[in-house]
Every structure is written in C-alpha cells, then in structure tokens.
C-alpha cells in the first residue's frame, strides 16, 4: 500500500538482515511448489515452468526495471469451460489465521497483494484465468480459487509500478500522521523515513542516478556520465551525493 517503500527498496535504501527462522519461512515456500506441482499431475493436468528456451517464465515491465518470475502455467483445468485452455498458476503457504480468512472471503478480499500479483502476470503472458493454489502450514489443508483476468486491475497496478520505479522524487508515504502510524511503526524504512536515518551508500541513493531502459541505471554526473553495471552501483564512487529526500 505504501508507494514510498516501494520506492525505497527499488532505490536500495537498506539491506534487510532475516535471520535463520525467516530464511527458512521463504525457503517452505519454494519447496511447497514440488507438492502442488505433483498434486496437480496426479490430477491429471499439465503444468509448465519453463519456455522454449528452458528460461523460467518471467515477467517485466519499464524496461526491465519491473518484473518477477512465476511459478508456471497449467493446462487441463477441469473447473473451466474449455479445460485445454492454458492458465497461470500461482502458489502460495498460509498460517492458519491467513488461511481461515482466506477461505471465508477469497483471495482478493484476503490476500489483495496476491490477487494483483496474479493479475499483473496474466496481463503480460495473455492469460485469461489463474489457479491460486494455497495450504495450511498447520493442517496441510489445500485451497484452491480460479481467478479471473481484471484488465482494469492489471493495468492499475501496473502503471503505479513504473510510475514508482521512474520517479525522480520519493512519492508520499502511506501516511501524514508520522512514525506513530502503526503500519509505519513496523516498517524497516521508518528511521529514513521521519528520523533523519541516512541510507546505504550507493547509486541508487545518489541524487544523480536514473533508470534507464532495458534495467540500466545511469549517472548523471558530469564527471562520470555512464552507465552503471550492478557492481558499480553497489560501490558508488567519489562523486556521490545523497538524494535530498532522505531523512525527510
């Protein structure tokens, strides 16, 4: 919801510190793919992860800046009028409290950021139809949700993406009542934010950088006028001269 942490991660403000418990929480996710992608061909479906080249499927947008990678397409669904119509597939682990809700209200009630994800996908594969696949951590209950294609959905969010990623200013933070706010409370980037915190010194923090397509970033410095390989952004160079919307 807040366009400014967006905006700051994509700049690299800061560098998050998960530890091990965390890790491991991503990492059952990713392993829970297996599951369903077994459950699915058991079911009698086809499921495909890979294009023709062998590449992951992926997504992108503003010049690459944008993008993600998804977690496949399935083909043979039996809850869609033509079941040989191919449609994306998404796959996701819940808690129990997640989970329950989830089943009450459906995804885009419950779980808006997913229901945008898989619209966002749809609309740069030509999709039509996703299958949200979900299980409960606790039980290994299995939910299961078509969701359809939202043109108007999709190409919101996906304008608000390059809107974000092409900003040369920090866009306004979800918030005008400050660090007392409770979402701002539990955000990593509420010391840059409201209490003068400086950022990571790099680049992307530089008040001279700006992306440029095909997910190039370039300095504006007279000086050094180039364009800028990922290590190079890491390092930054002499030149470096913090963006003035931090520590606002």
Not at 89 to 102: A, D, I, Q, R, Y
Not at 223 to 233: F, G, P, Y
């Given at each position: 919801p807040c366009a400014r942490k967006i905006f700051f991660q994509f700049r690299w403000t800061l560098k998050r510190k998960h530890i091990g418990r965390i890790i491991r929480l991503f990492n059952r996710g990713h392993m829970e793919e297996g599951r369903f992608i077994a459950a699915l061909l058991t079911a009698g479906m086809k499921v495909y992860q890979q294009d023709a080249q062998g590449k992951q499927f992926r997504i992108s947008s503003f010049g690459g800046h944008v993008g993600?990678?998804?977690?496949?397409?399935?083909?043979?669904?039996?809850?869609?009028?033509?079941?040989?119509?191919?449609?994306?597939?998404?796959?996701?682990?819940?808690?129990?409290?997640?989970?329950?809700?989830?089943?009450?209200?459906?995804?885009?009630?419950?779980?808006?950021?997913?229901?945008?994800?898989?619209?966002?996908?749809?609309?740069?594969?030509?999709?039509?139809?996703?299958?949200y696949l979900a299980t409960n951590k606790n039980t290994d209950e299995i939910y299961a949700e078509i969701v359809m294609y939202d043109e108007v959905v999709a190409m919101h969010f996906l304008d608000r993406a390059d809107?974000?990623?092409?900003?040369?200013?920090?866009?306004?933070?979800?918030?005008?009542?400050?660090?007392?706010?409770?979402?701002?409370?539990?955000?990593?980037?509420?010391?840059?934010?409201?209490?003068?915190?400086?950022?990571?010194?790099?680049?992307?923090?530089?008040?001279?950088?700006?992306?440029?397509?095909?997910g190039k970033w370039h300095c504006r410095?007279?000086?050094?006028?180039?364009?800028?390989?990922?290590?190079?952004?890491?390092?930054?160079?002499?030149?470096?001269?913090?963006?003035?919307?931090?520590?606002?």
């Open positions: 993600s990678a998804t977690d496949g397409i399935v083909v043979g669904c039996p809850d869609l009028q033509d079941p040989n119509v191919a449609i994306l597939t998404e796959m996701k682990t819940h808690g129990e409290k997640s989970f329950v809700k989830l089943k009450k209200e459906g995804v885009q009630e419950s779980k808006f950021m997913h229901y945008v994800q898989q619209q966002v996908y749809m609309n740069k594969m030509d999709l039509r139809a996703s299958l809107q974000i990623a092409g900003a040369d200013e920090a866009p306004v933070g979800l918030s005008n009542k400050g660090a007392s706010w409770f979402e701002c409370k539990m955000c990593d980037f509420a010391g840059v934010c409201y209490r003068g915190e400086e950022p990571l010194r790099n680049c992307r923090t530089c008040r001279y950088s700006i992306a440029k397509e095909h410095h007279s000086v050094v006028n180039a364009t800028l390989d990922v290590e190079e952004q890491l390092k930054g160079c002499s030149h470096y001269e913090m963006a003035h919307y931090y520590g606002k």
